[in-house]
């Protein structure tokens, strides 16, 4: 089976604009999670989706979404790029609902914003 | 807010030696906890995963234990090898709002 997918792998941007990041989940994964990563704060929940619908959100401005499509796959978006958006985005997919699923993590997109 | 404490920061231990890494956390209402493996600008790779309900989990040279009423876990690594040497991350699923709160790992050095 494949692994989770995300695209692009890296990308930069500068102040002001905005990205879509995408993620694609294991088959047959519903979950999907996405996670930001930078030295200064570690890994920080985002938000995840389930059947299309927003489940949960982490604390985060307004200028970061998200949403999910029928087939499961996922994309972020983030408007108005800081410099502090600079990190390593991770996506992370389950089969289903509830807590007792492992997550499994994608390679991550890199972005750097100047 | 869930927070997530792991000690230490980093390790470097020759090969062979038994590898203990410690993970604690100041709410006691979880759902699991989960070990992860991070490798340099990689994403993660689950080790093993905890219920709330569980005491310990093992898988090949790996064992993890979880005292929840304490709010520790601690990642057992029997026998180590240079493939080991990576970033550990302990994260904590929170029963309440399932959120996912990671602690900030422990870099692991195993030297051949």
């Known amino acids: 089976k494949a692994g989770v997918t995300q695209t692009p792998r890296y990308l930069i941007k500068t102040r002001g604009q905005q990205v879509t990041l995408s993620c694609s989940p294991i088959s047959g994964h519903r979950s999907v999670s996405w996670y930001q990563q930078t030295p200064g704060q570690g890994l920080q929940f985002l938000f995840e989706?389930?059947?299309?619908?927003?489940?949960n959100k982490g604390n985060f401005p307004g200028r970061f979404s998200g949403r999910q499509f029928s087939n499961s796959r996922s994309e972020m978006n983030v408007s108005t790029l800081e410099l502090g958006d600079s990190a390593l985005y991770l996506c992370?997919?389950?089969?289903?609902?509830?807590?007792?699923?492992?997550?499994?993590f994608g390679p991550g997109t890199r972005l750097t914003v100047l | 807010k869930q927070e997530v404490t792991q000690i230490p920061a980093a390790l470097s231990v020759p090969e062979g030696e038994n590898l203990v890494l410690n993970c604690s956390f100041t709410?006691?209402?979880?759902?699991?906890l989960q070990w992860f493996r991070q490798d340099p600008g990689k994403g993660l790779t689950s080790l093993l995963l905890?219920?709330?309900?569980?005491r310990e989990q093992t898988s090949g040279r790996l064992n993890a234990s979880l005292d929840k009423s304490s709010g520790r876990s601690t990642l057992y690594i029997a026998a180590s090898q240079p493939g080991d040497s990576a970033t550990y991350l302990c994260?904590?699923?929170?029963?309440?709002?399932?959120?996912?709160?990671f602690g900030a790992g422990t870099t692991v050095t195993v030297r051949a």
């Open positions: 989706y389930f059947s299309e619908t927003q489940r």
């Open positions: 992370a997919s389950r089969p289903g609902k509830g807590g007792t699923d492992t997550q499994y």
């Open positions: 709410d006691s209402a979880i759902y699991n």
């Open positions: 994260a904590v699923k929170g029963s309440n709002d399932y959120k996912l709160s």
């Open positions: 905890i219920q709330s309900s569980q």
